[in-house]
C-alpha cells in the first residue's frame, strides 16, 4: 500500500555531519506522525526523533541539540539533519510513517533501514 525509501547513510568521521532522506509512495491520503527510530547491534530499536503534521517534534535525550527533524507535505517526505556526530549514534536508522490511504486504511509503514556508521 505505501512504500518508504531510504537514502543518505553512510561513514563519517565523528564531529561530522549527515543527512538522511525518507519519500514515501503509494496510495497515500495522509501522512500522520512521521519519524525516525535506529538499532545498534545488540540493542533494541529506540525512537530518535518524532514531528507530528502541526510541525511539533521530540528527539531521544541522547540526540537533542545535535539532530533536527523536519517534514515535506508535498514530497510525502521526512529528513533527519544529523550534525556533530558520535561513535555512539552509530546504527541502522528507520525512517517511519504513521499514514492513511486513498482508501482510508491506516498504514504504519517503515523504511528498509540505512547503516549509518561514525568512526572515532
Known amino acids: 500500500q505505501v512504500q518508504l525509501v531510504e537514502s543518505g547513510g553512510g561513514l563519517v568521521q565523528a564531529g561530522g555531519s549527515l543527512r538522511l532522506s525518507c519519500t514515501a509512495s503509494?496510495?497515500?491520503?495522509?501522512?500522520?506522525?512521521m519519524g525516525w527510530y535506529r538499532q545498534a547491534p545488540g540493542k533494541q530499536r529506540e525512537l530518535v526523533a518524532r514531528?507530528?503534521?502541526?510541525?511539533?517534534?521530540n528527539y531521544a535525550d541522547s540526540v537533542k541539540g545535535r539532530f533536527s527533524i523536519s517534514r515535506d507535505d508535498a514530497k510525502n517526505a521526512v529528513y533527519l539533519q544529523m550534525s556533530s556526530l558520535k561513535p555512539e549514534d552509530t546504527a541502522v536508522y528507520y525512517c517511519?510513517?504513521?499514514?492513511?490511504?486513498?482508501?482510508?486504511?491506516?498504514?504504519?509503514?517503515w523504511g528498509q533501514g540505512t547503516q549509518v556508521t561514525v568512526s572515532s
Open positions: 503509494g496510495s497515500i491520503f495522509s501522512i500522520n506522525n
Open positions: 514531528i507530528t503534521s502541526g510541525g511539533s517534534t
Open positions: 517511519n510513517m504513521y499514514t492513511v490511504t486513498i482508501s482510508r486504511n491506516r498504514y504504519d509503514a
